[in-house]
């Protein structure tokens, strides 16, 4: 399609508009900007539409101007987005339907209606394809691979990263896809590196007091967990803490253990709740399009959202829970212990000399690892690095602790001192022990912190320093006071 795009503006002399969706992810910038730079390349004159200033990755958008109109019946090219109203602006609506054009990668429900359908669009002009992990997926495989260059190889690797979650989900040639473009120079390790860059600890604690609001409701043998913000929480969170967009925070909710589904809902403008689903391959597998779609939003199998204007806090509550126990029992497979394979311990093997494949990788590697996993190793369960509910709850209550004060400050020393209420509320509304505190330590690895530490009434402290180092004393309080007697 790119290639009758290019012969096309030659021909009729046009320029080339690139749009994405609203709330712009690595995926949606990576995947216009590489088709941009790729078609100037070409000679088209190309650019990236936006109405709104992007901030995220600053060094790969610093260049992205706000546009405010476009000239009349260019060609339009629309990249991962799967209705009009999720795009981030509707300019494209200047170009005739035979000047548009569409590459997706979300998943068209049976009877749904897609932003071809919107815009009556020939089959022609669309590739649609939910076998891809990502936009800049399927752009890879449209570009000739010779005039893929380092730095648009690097873009498109960027999408496919954050589209994974890190390569934590996968879809058919994922794999393979990435093999190529780090053999067309992407420089793998240097993406990772931007894709998980350290959160403010303001955002941490601002999201840790919204998740300690997470109710956990039984699913078949395994449970979901939902988590809505009503508009006065919502204005809270804008106000003291500065996050917007509070359900794209999902993900934090995901890796527990035998959780199967998950919702995560802020009410963004009054009476309008903006909801994200998610479910997982591995526990329960079940299918939360359907149940996006039923609100008349849209995703994915695993990753749906939607907007649902007339639905007051507690009814969604209740409907949400209800709705995803009956798809679960209607089409969960249900969850059951996985008995390792012998590609399981030849991927194992792998996992950890790569570090779970973010250090030591190569093309082949690479390869290998897809190979593996078309043979039927269970690449999803082993990649995951789950924790308990528990564990996740923990770890909300103790950033909650932090005080205000210090949260603003990106070169923290937090000490988070435990009264003895304080451990004997927390182990019994947990069901934990107190030794099972410290370790709990790892939640400032990905935070923007100088220095974090626990310290439990009887003296026994954990650390962890800006680089993840972590320690754990269990030094009791009576032998410190000798010790600095002696001294
Ligand atoms: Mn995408």
């Known amino acids: 399609m790119i290639e009758e795009i290019i ?15 609203k709330f712009p992810d690595g995926d949606a910038i990576s995947s216009s900007c590489a088709v941009v730079q790729y078609l100037k390349s070409h000679g088209i ?29 260019a060609i339009s090219l629309l990249l991962d ?4 109203s999720y795009a981030e602006n509707k300019l494209f609506t200047k170009s005739r339907p035979d000047n548009i054009y569409v590459i997706d990668h979300h998943e068209k429900v049976k009877g749904g209606f897609c932003i071809e359908d919107e815009l009556k669009l020939s089959p022609s002009h669309v590739i649609r394809n939910a076998e891809a992990s990502s936009t800049c997926e399927i752009v890879a495989e449209e570009f000739k691979r010779e005039k893929v260059t380092p730095q648009i190889a690097n873009l498109l690797t960027l999408g496919l990263l954050t589209d994974t979650a890190t390569l934590k989900f996968l879809k058919t040639d994922t794999l393979n896809h990435l093999a190529n473009l780090i053999e067309a120079g992407a420089d793998y390790e240097a993406i990772l590196k931007l894709c998980d860059k350290k959160i403010k600890l303001k955002d941490e604690v ?31 969170l804008v106000k003291q803490y500065g996050i917007r967009n509070i359900q794209k925070k999902i993900f934090k909710m995901s890796d527990i253990d035998n959780c199967s589904f998950l919702c995560m809902g802020a009410e963004n403008a009054p009476k309008q709740y903006d909801l994200e689903f998610r479910s997982t391959s591995t526990c329960g597998d079940f299918n ?14 695993h990753a ?11 009814s969604v509550n209740a ?21 390792p394979n012998e590609h399981d311990l030849s991927l194992s093997s792998i996992l950890n000399a790569t570090n779970y494949l973010t250090s030591d990788i190569s093309p082949d590697l690479l390869r290998q690892v897809d190979a593996l996993i078309k043979q039927g190793a269970n690449y999803e369960s082993m990649i995951k690095r789950s924790k308990s509910f528990s564990t996740f709850m923990l770890g909300n209550e103790l950033l909650s602790k932090i005080p205000y004060s210090k949260v603003f400050d990106n070169n923290a020393s937090v000490q988070i001192q435990l009264s003895p209420q304080d451990l004997s509320f927390l182990t019994q509304k947990y069901h934990v022990s107190e030794d099972d505190i410290l370790p709990l330590i790892s939640i400032f690895r990905n935070v923007a912190i100088s220095s974090a530490s626990i310290h439990l009434p009887n003296g026994k402290v954990s650390q962890i320093d800006k680089d993840g180092n972590i320690s754990i004393s269990s030094i009791p309080t009576s032998i410190k006071r000798n010790h600095s007697i002696l001294r």
């Open 7 to 21: 012969q096309k503006a030659k021909k009729e002399d046009k320029k080339v508009y690139v749009y994405a969706h």
């Open 45 to 73: 004159d190309a650019k990236y539409i936006v109405t709104h200033k992007i901030f995220s990755y600053p060094n790969l958008t610093a260049d992205i101007p706000v546009t405010t109109s476009v000239e009349q019946d």
């Open 81 to 84: 987005t799967s209705t009009i």
């Open 206 to 236: 601002g999201l840790a007091k919204v998740l300690l609001k997470t109710q956990k409701f039984p699913i078949g043998n395994t449970f979901g967990l939902i988590c809505l913000c009503n508009q006065h929480q919502v204005n809270e």
């Open 288 to 301: 939360v399009l359907t149940l996006a779609t039923q609100y008349g939003g849209g995703g994915h199998y």
């Open 304 to 314: 749906s959202g939607c907007c649902c204007s007339p639905i007051i806090a507690s």
């Open 319 to 339: 409907s949400i829970k209800e709705q995803a126990t009956t798809l679960y029992t209607k089409q969960a497979n249900h969850f059951s212990p996985h008995e």
